[in-house]
């Protein structure tokens, strides 16, 4: 049996692993120069989305879901970022970004032992996007993205006119969008339902988003608590 010194310094070495998600801030909104003091770190995304997969449990559709597994894949998916850095889709395929994070979550999960095993099969899983939980989270994952960056758009947090140095301004979809006057926050929400093929539920909260002013949202949700 392990000496608890040694689990307890294994404890420790994985905390202190996943810790540098804190600092670590999300390069999409690095890339787009979202003008604010604080920007989101990864940490702080991994946070949101699971707080985003515990309200679309709401539906009735996903009452057979394992919400618990779901939670448990979005904690740990993107802890491959500690050793490859966040890569947006402009930045490398899904393929390319599997192979370097498969080989990456090996150096993460090395300070566990009993269930590191386990959680090797849930990145799987969530990077097959083949059972309910790994397709619902998988959407969680994009959706707060979409979210996110209505929340940037009301503090007018970005400036279309600077993006030169932006690899994802030049997409030929981002462009059309805005070519049409779609806002940032419009145009981000439209493109994630063209690309990521939203199930029914998602399509349906992304379009309340898109089709309701976002500050009146923003507005309602500091009465809370009063």
Avoid at 37 to 58: D, G, P, T
Avoid at 122 to 135: C, G, N, S, V, Y
Avoid at 146 to 171: H, P
Avoid at 211 to 221: F, G, Q, T
């Amino acid at each position: 049996m392990e000496d608890k010194k040694l689990k307890a310094q294994r404890v420790v070495e994985y905390y202190m692993l996943c810790n540098k998600l804190k600092y670590m801030l999300r390069k999409g909104w690095l890339d787009w120069h979202v003008e604010k003091e604080r920007i989101e770190s990864i940490a702080e995304h991994i946070y949101s989305v699971q707080m985003l997969a515990i309200a679309m449990s709401e539906f009735e559709d996903y009452k057979d879901l394992d919400l618990k597994k779901v939670l448990m894949m979005l904690a740990i998916h993107e802890t491959e970022e500690i050793v490859i850095g966040d890569k947006t889709l402009f930045d490398i395929s899904k393929e390319e970004k599997e192979e370097l994070g498969h080989k990456a979550i090996e150096i993460v999960l090395a300070p566990l032992v009993k269930n590191k095993d386990k959680l090797k099969e849930l990145i799987l899983e969530f990077d097959e996007r083949k059972t309910p939980e790994a397709k619902f989270a998988f959407y969680c994952d994009k959706l707060e993205c979409d979210l996110q960056s209505i929340v940037y758009d009301n503090e007018d947090s970005v400036d279309l006119n600077n993006q030169e140095r932006n690899t994802a301004y030049k997409d030929k979809t981002v462009q059309r969008l805005l070519n049409e006057g779609k806002s940032f926050s419009e145009m981000w929400l439209l493109f994630s339902q063209g690309r990521y093929n939203y199930d029914e539920n998602f399509t349906v909260v992304s379009n309340y988003a898109l089709e309701h002013n976002a500050k009146k949202l923003v507005r309602r949700k500091q009465t809370y608590g009063k």
